[in-house]
Nanobody
Framework: VQLVESGGGLVQAGGSLRLTCAAS????????MGWFRQAPGKEREFVGA????????YYADSVKGRFTISRDNAKNTLYLQIDSLKPEDTAVYYC???????????????????WGQGTQVTVSS
């Protein structure tokens, strides 16, 4: 599985962005897909994820209410809608795929098997 993120950029605080993760391969619909972010000097942080079955996404407490994850299995695409952006949201955002088939949503980066190259999101105050 190859993952390619896009949609990042420079935005003012309070604005919105939609990040896209395009996946190759026939097994996208079988993978739980997650979003992580990494700010300079900080560890990679779990943002949220959506199971392969497309159930309700699970979010980190820090982004609940502002971030929305969705997926379109027909298009092999994962989305992250970010609203009410804050300067502290500045980071490189990564999508990742869990190919293990586990029935719960993993929140650790080590539990994901495939990663994209990341897309930079910069929020100015």
């Amino acid at each position: 599985v190859q993952l390619v993120e896009s949609g990042g950029g420079l935005v003012q605080a309070g604005g919105s962005l939609r990040l896209t993760c395009a996946a190759s391969g026939r097994t996208f619909s079988m993978h739980t897909m997650g979003w992580f972010r990494q700010a300079p000097g900080k560890e990679r942080e779990f943002v949220g994820a959506i199971s392969w079955g497309g159930g309700a996404p699970y979010y980190a407490d820090s982004v609940k209410g502002r971030f929305t994850i969705s997926r379109d299995n027909a298009k092999n695409t994962l989305y992250l809608q970010i609203d009410s952006l804050k300067p502290e949201d500045t980071a490189v955002y990564y999508c990742a795929a869990d190919a293990s088939g586990r029935v719960y949503i993993p929140v650790k980066s080590s539990q994901y098997d495939y990663w994209g190259q990341g897309t930079q999101v910069t929020v100015s105050s």
